[in-house]
């Protein structure tokens, strides 16, 4: 071979063809990196989803504001007496006296005979299904109290009671409260019309 002889076009035609698979790869590359970012951005927000969100939201709002746990319901069993009084109802341990039963909380406790405590619930003064609850609700309130020093345990009862309710048994129950240091009393009232 002589050095006025060309050389051969092969090795410019390795080259381009080198040169456009690599231009190819890059490219293939750079649309692989651009679908992995596109896959984690969000093209549009789906409004069902935030409305049923808020919605949820709304009406959990709604409850927790609405809701109190000195609130009566409505019942043809307990009619409370009526009164002027303004103090607003605290939340604590409620018992509600009806004339046919005797509830702590929502959850009845004892079923009351002909309008009385029955004779093998009583034990002296006592009550003891009612005390059973009592020691219950009061263990709950404490184990509160010990973890979360902004609900301290206040000793107190609030007691809804039909204003038929004989004396005799508001005062079992009353006893009952306080042997498990529910030593404050507060009597759930109507306020009386036009005050």
Do not use: H, W
């Amino acid at each position: 071979m002589s050095s006025s002889e060309p050389m051969s076009p092969v090795p410019d035609a390795v080259d381009e063809e080198a040169l456009a698979r690599l231009r190819y790869r890059r490219a293939l590359a750079r649309k692989k990196r651009k679908e992995r970012d596109a896959a984690g951005e969000i093209k549009e927000l789906n409004i069902t989803a935030m409305m049923d969100m808020m919605t949820i939201l709304l009406v959990f709002l709604l409850k927790s504001f609405a809701s109190s746990s000195a609130a009566v319901t409505a019942s043809e069993d307990v009619r409370p007496p009526i009164s002027t009084t303004r103090a607003t109802p605290q939340d604590t341990i409620a018992v509600t006296i009806t004339s046919k039963s005797v509830l702590v909380g929502e959850r009845e406790v004892l079923r009351l005979v002909n309008g009385q405590l029955p004779a093998e619930a009583l034990q002296g003064r006592l009550v003891l299904p009612l005390d059973a609850r009592f020691k219950k609700e009061v263990e709950k309130l404490k184990y509160i109290a010990e973890r979360n020093p902004q609900a301290p345990f206040s000793k107190e009862l609030s007691v809804i009671a039909d204003r038929k309710v004989p004396y005799d048994m508001l005062l079992s129950v009353l006893y009952t409260a306080g042997q498990n240091e529910l030593e404050n009393y507060r009597f759930v009232v109507l306020k009386k019309e036009g005050d």
